[in-house]
Nanobody, 127 residues
Framework: QVQLVESGGGLAQAGGSLRLSCAAS????????MGWFRQAPGKEREFVAV????????YYTDSVKGRFTISRDNAKNVVYLQMNSLKPEDTAVYYC????????????????????WGQGTQVTVSS
């Protein structure tokens, strides 16, 4: 498994930006699809974005399309989530996750397909 550590969360005003980073341990980072999920208070964890091993196969949940961008740097073992035009409803704990042997099928974006998770980083957006 790969160990994941998120950073970059914090407080932002509505309309502002934050960039989350997720640093991964291990030499096989480039063989994992990487995803971001979030969980708001009282709600279930939800999918935000995913990126394939080589940077292809990128998908977003509808509510963040056009505002968030997922990217990765396989040389540095890091995946990013650039969040622009933030809204109060983006407030949540954001989790980075790794998916081994991704198949890019109908379950590609499902949390159950991700075997490694970070500890989460809090993002709070004020109105």
């Amino acid at each position: 498994q790969v160990q994941l550590v998120e950073s970059g969360g914090g407080l932002a005003q509505a309309g502002g930006s934050l960039r989350l980073s997720c640093a991964a341990s291990g030499r096989t980072f480039s063989s994992y699809a990487m995803g971001w999920f979030r969980q708001a208070p009282g709600k279930e964890r939800e999918f935000v974005a995913v990126i394939g091993e080589s940077g292809l196969y990128i998908y977003y949940t509808d509510s963040v399309k056009g505002r968030f961008t997922i990217s990765r740097d396989n040389a540095k073992n890091v995946v990013y989530l650039q969040m622009n035009s933030l809204k109060p409803e983006d407030t949540a704990v954001y989790y980075c996750a790794a998916q081994s042997s991704p198949r890019y099928g109908s379950d590609y974006r499902m949390a159950a397909r991700f075997g490694s998770w970070g500890q989460g980083t809090q993002v709070t957006v004020s109105s």
